[in-house]
């Protein structure tokens, strides 16, 4: 089982970004699928999830109506174009799957069953 994350750069405040998650090795379609994020010194932050079938999104209050969370489940892709970056963007942000849906205000790793390694969004000008 892999998820690999990518995509992540410097941004701009006020510029856009996007992230994609590559799933192998399991059954994706039937995973819902989450992005996490976690800044320096801070926990982790639930930003987005997205259900089997795409057509269910959530979003953090600290993202919603700036990032759009997306997959492609033939292509065992999801996608989480970031846009109108702010500094407090600035974190490594994790794709993480499971079966079920979950939500927790104090999100951990162990809640998930599966877990991508992070790529790095820094937003600066």
């Known amino acids: 089982v892999q998820l690999v994350e990518s995509g992540g750069a410097l941004g701009q405040p006020g510029g856009s970004l996007r992230l994609s998650c590559a799933a192998s090795?399991?059954?994706?379609?039937?995973?819902?699928m989450y992005w996490l994020r976690q800044a320096p010194g801070k926990g982790l932050e639930w930003v987005s999830s997205?259900?089997?079938?795409?057509?269910?999104?959530r979003y953090g209050a600290s993202v919603r109506g700036r990032f759009t969370v997306s997959r492609e489940n033939a292509e065992n892709m999801m996608y989480l174009e970031m846009d109108n970056l702010k500094p407090e963007d600035t974190a490594l942000y994790y794709c993480?799957?499971?079966?079920?849906?979950?939500?927790?205000?104090?999100?951990?790793?162990?809640?998930?069953?599966?877990w991508g390694q992070g790529t790095q969004v820094t937003v600066s000008s």
């Open positions: 090795g399991f059954t994706f379609g039937k995973y819902w």
């Open positions: 993480a799957a499971d079966t079920d849906y979950i939500f927790s205000h104090n999100p951990t790793r162990s809640l998930y069953e599966y």
């Open positions: 997205i259900s089997t079938d795409g057509k269910t999104t």
